[in-house]
């Protein structure tokens, strides 16, 4: 969305080119842009051989500032119950530090959990009601 004059940034301004891009991007655009992509993935990992895994991140998002007025968040997770093999990336609330929320199936946990090149950069089962000001716990 680019605006011709700095100057006019007032929010009724910016609704309305929001409004007028969002009415121009048709449904089969969208499609277009992610139907494609959704659809060869669909197929490569339907395949029994295809091993993969998802990864998506929220690091650089200060989403531990968020205060919807009952407080900011003490722990940000997505649960997902339909998928294995996804990692999810955060900071840490301190901001010293990235959380990966990992859903793996039973057999990669097991490796994943013996690791030993990779348990000397993370903690397992880190317990997000601690105050780690007061604990020497690391993560990656």
Not at 23 to 35: K, V
Not at 85 to 91: A, F, G, K, Q, T
Request: aromatic residues 10%; charged residues 25%; contains cysteine.
């Amino acid at each position: 969305m680019k605006v011709e004059d700095k100057n006019d940034l007032e929010l009724h301004s910016i609704v309305f080119l929001l409004r007028k891009r969002l009415q121009e991007f048709s449904f089969e655009q969208g499609q277009n842009i992610f139907g494609e992509t959704n659809t060869e993935m669909m197929e490569l990992v339907s395949k029994e051989s295809a091993h993969y895994f998802c990864v998506t991140t929220s690091c650089g998002m200060p989403i531990y500032e968020a205060d919807f007025r009952w407080g900011k968040p003490i722990w940000i997770n997505v649960f997902n119950l339909l998928m294995s093999n996804l990692v999810i990336l955060n900071d840490t609330r301190e901001g010293n530090g990235i959380e990966a929320i990992m859903y793996l199936t039973e057999e990669e946990m097991g490796v994943f959990e013996r690791n030993q090149a990779l348990l000397a950069f993370a903690t397992l089962g880190h317990n997000i009601f601690e105050d780690s000001s007061t604990t020497s716990t690391s993560r990656l």
